[in-house]
Nanobody, 117 residues
Framework: QAQVRESGGGLVQAGGSLTLSCAFS????????VGWYRQAPGNQRELVAT????????NYADSVKGRFTISKDVAEDTVRLQMNNLKPEDTAVYYC??????????WGQGTQVTVSS
């Protein structure tokens, strides 16, 4: 059974850091990409960062370039999002998306990130 689960959210002051983790398992098809998305109250869900299965390529939204880093563990089925110099506008529920080679998307339940000013 395919499962995706995020963790690591919390409350942090502006300028602080958090690291989010996405753990996934049980996929039938090879994973193509893993992405982090976020959704703030009243806003649409937006792309934050993506990484290919082997971690050879990563892409970032302009708003987080230079501050966030996406990475993949070599030993475990885990993708992390290191978030530095957090800003109040980063406040959102962050979701992990796993896109497999069978063109299916799997989503976690989300983890709340709150950045106070």
């Amino acid at each position: 059974q395919a499962q995706v689960r995020e963790s690591g959210g919390g409350l942090v002051q502006a300028g602080g850091s958090l690291t989010l983790s996405c753990a996934f398992s049980g996929f039938i098809f090879r994973i193509h990409t893993v992405g982090w998305y976020r959704q703030a109250p009243g806003n649409q869900r937006e792309l934050v960062a993506t990484i290919t299965r082997s971690g050879e390529s990563a892409n970032y939204a302009d708003s987080v370039k230079g501050r966030f880093t996406i990475s993949k563990d070599v030993a475990e089925d885990t993708v992390r999002l290191q978030m530095n110099n957090l800003k109040p506008e980063d406040t959102a529920v962050y979701y992990c998306n796993v896109h497999d080679i069978g063109q299916r998307d799997y989503w976690g339940q989300g983890t709340q990130v709150t950045v106070s000013s």
